[in-house]
């Protein structure tokens, strides 16, 4: 059995940060691995370490040599392999959305020919949330999204999934499938370090869009990047310091100007 | 000259920041107040693999560095663990598993090692005496020839994790001194089971990590066989020495780790705290005391970086530990006296646990050796006269 598992170096933004036109300036980023890629690399190991058949785990990034860091992490993990997609035409795009990033996904797989693919269920930075599921469609995959509990058989994974008010589905989806994960699936482990040592001698492929046969026209997209604003606050807090007594005025000149009133 | 670090060591990084967020300053404190060892942290550390960081694959352990065991030690101190990062680590998965990897049999390295690595065996370490103190070569504890094996005999203090050690290193001398050309000969080290009846240990009250026991160790006709001697009879000295430098690299970051942690909550606070209108970090009398040792930190984490890297090609680097432990002491303790003023009388409270770091990177002045006993060294190599 062979799982593919994709995986994202997401940025944090510092809490004083600045906007520059579309992008936030380097300095105030941090790179990390998505939160929710590390409970879908814990759910691929995990399949791995209890299935008895041998199970290969191949982790796929879109991402700069910056990122293999991300990618070593997986690796340390207990991820087998890992491939890393990267060339000029993705470094100068200004925002490859989930439908360009699942056809580039999408290439790798058809390549790799997994038994099941496992995904966050959105990335922390742009929050698209759709990556995984436009890639099932491109791969004609079975899918499930946001799953938080899943356990497999040959042919089937029996999956639970999250929806909202607290309702949760049970599906069954015929492999071969691809999973969103959510977070909260498992525990996930840290990077031991024997993991970090083995992770240095695992195999980690760059390939560029043309090594996968895709044209640089794959990332023509309807989506466009227009504007980057900080939201406005909208919880401003007023408070009043003194007896009740003493700040009922004030109450209600807030109150009047809000334009509550009691008439 | 190459300053870019291997891709490795941003995951080690990021490893024991993980295990340091959940292991953080309140856990100690509960800890400490307490008195309690920290059993579950032990264990964590021996999952993550930290316990088998110096210990080679074959026998469990990751194979890696004294460079990556400063990283881990300096990063699970800054994280949250205060001293407890090195504590925790120094003794076992540092000296003893340096000793046993570098001068252990065949034989021993299979039966300690992988416990070592899983973290399923702790060792203590027995070099300080209450006459020879940290001069080791006046060290009185007795090994006499007895048939095939030993017979050991004497006294030791300031023994960490002896209270609960499976097992011991034990630095005897097996030549009285007046018989040999030259003090650093006729000492062996052996390897002792703690359960041994022979064996008695007192833990000392003290003034700080108390999630650990320091005792001392009363051995009285110990009788061991004599592969348990570990390296050569009358030879220990050379096998010692391996092991103190990685002891002085570990109180070195030690030094810088809590001092980060501490100045990084100080310029949390008085970027907060606001007097006269104004964050107190404003004024320069606050930020520049803390600033400056600073400074001294970053500093003396590039002379401990040097020292790992030297012994890690298998280089003498006996002075450049020397100096990065005296200096990150230095520059350490002058940190978090100057983040302990920060916080004003709040620096005194426990619940801020400043005051703990405190007591806690005041033993890296005290141990492994003393500041003078580092400059005594540092001043031999100047070309001082040695002065004793």
């Known amino acids: ?263 | 000259m190459d300053f870019e670090a291997p891709p490795e060591h941003a995951l080690i990084r990021s490893t024991a920041s993980d295990i340091a967020e959940e292991y953080g300053p309140e856990y100690w404190r509960e800890r400490e107040q307490a008195g309690e060892f920290a059993a579950d942290f032990w264990d964590e550390l021996g999952d993550a693999g930290f316990h088998g960081l110096l210990i080679p694959e074959e026998y469990g352990g990751a194979d890696m560095g004294l460079q990556e065991m400063g990283l881990a030690m300096e990063t699970l101190c800054a994280e949250g663990c205060g001293m407890a990062g090195t504590w925790y680590l120094v003794v076992t998965a540092g000296m003893a598993a340096v000793a046993l990897r570098e001068s252990g049999t065949e034989a021993q390295k299979e039966t300690y090692l992988p416990d070592i690595a899983a973290g399923d065996r702790i060792f203590s370490f027995a070099i300080t005496e209450p006459e020879a103190g940290t001069n080791t070569l006046n060290v009185g504890t007795r090994a006499d020839r007895d048939g095939d094996g030993f017979v050991l005999n004497g006294k030791k203090a300031w023994i960490t994790f002896a209270d609960r050690a499976d097992d011991m290193i034990l630095v005897t001398r097996t030549t009285p001194k007046e018989e040999v050309a030259t003090p650093t000969q006729g000492l062996t080290l052996f390897l002792v089971d703690m359960d041994d009846p022979g064996i008695e240990v007192s833990p000392i009250e003290k003034h700080a990590i108390n999630y650990s026991k320091s005792c001392e160790v009363f051995i009285e006709d110990v009788r061991v066989p004599a592969e348990a001697a570990l390296g050569e009879v009358d030879e220990g000295w050379w096998h010692l020495v391996k092991t103190l430098n990685p002891e002085r690299v570990g109180f070195a970051a030690a030094a810088t780790g809590i001092a980060e942690l501490a100045a990084s909550k100080a310029v949390d606070y008085a970027n907060e705290r606001e007097v006269f209108d104004a964050p107190i970090g404003t004024h320069q009398a606050v930020s520049f005391p803390i600033t400056e040792a600073y400074t001294g930190v970053e500093t003396a984490r590039l002379m401990r970086q040097k020292a790992a890297w030297l012994f890690d090609q298998g280089e003498d680097c006996g002075y450049e530990a020397n100096v990065a432990k005296a200096a990150a002491v230095e520059a350490g303790i002058d940190a978090v006296y100057h983040a302990m003023q920060a916080f004003g009388g709040w620096g005194y409270a426990t619940e801020y646990d400043i005051e703990r770091w405190w007591r806690e990177i005041n033993l890296t002045r005290l141990a492994p050796v003393t500041q003078q006993m580092a400059y005594n060294h540092i001043a031999t190599e100047m070309g001082f006269p040695r002065s004793y």
């Not at chain 1, 990390?32 to 290969?56: F, G, H, K, S």
């Not at chain 1, 910056?66 to 925002?95: F, H, I, P, Q, Y």
């Open chain 1, 1 to 263: 059995m062979k799982v593919l598992v994709t995986v994202k170096e997401v940025a944090n933004v510092a809490d004083d940060f600045e906007i520059e036109g579309l992008t936030i300036p380097e300095q105030f980023l941090e790179y990390d691995l998505n939160e929710w890629d590390d409970y879908a690399v814990e759910a691929a190991v995990q399949i791995a370490e209890d299935r008895d058949e041998d199970v290969e785990v191949v982790a796929v990034t879109v991402g700069p040599e910056r990122s293999e860091e991300t990618v070593r992490m997986a690796l340390a993990k207990g991820v087998d392999r890992a491939v890393r997609v990267w060339d000029d035409t993705l470094a100068e795009a200004a925002l490859v959305g989930p439908t360009a990033m699942a056809r580039v996904l999408a290439a790798v797989a058809e390549a790799e020919d997994p038994d099941l693919v496992l995904s966050g269920v959105q990335a922390a930075d742009d929050g698209f949330g759709a990556t995984g599921v436009a890639l099932a469609e491109h791969l004609e995959y079975a899918w499930a999204a946001v799953v938080n509990d899943l356990e497999l058989d040959d042919e089937t994974a029996s999956v639970r999934r999250e929806l909202e008010g607290g309702v949760e589905e049970l599906t069954s989806v015929p492999l071969p499938a691809v999973l969103t994960i959510q977070t909260g699936i498992n525990d996930p482990r840290y990077a031991s370090l024997r993991g970090i040592r083995q992770a240095q001698r695992k195999e980690l492929d760059v390939r560029t869009l043309a090594d996968l046969g895709l044209d640089p026209a794959v990332l023509d997209d309807d989506l466009t990047l227009t504007g980057l604003a900080r939201p406005e606050s909208e919880s401003d807090a007023t408070l009043f310091e003194g007896s009740a007594a003493d700040t009922a005025d004030d109450l209600e000149t807030v109150l009047r100007d809000a334009g509550v009133s009691a008439e």
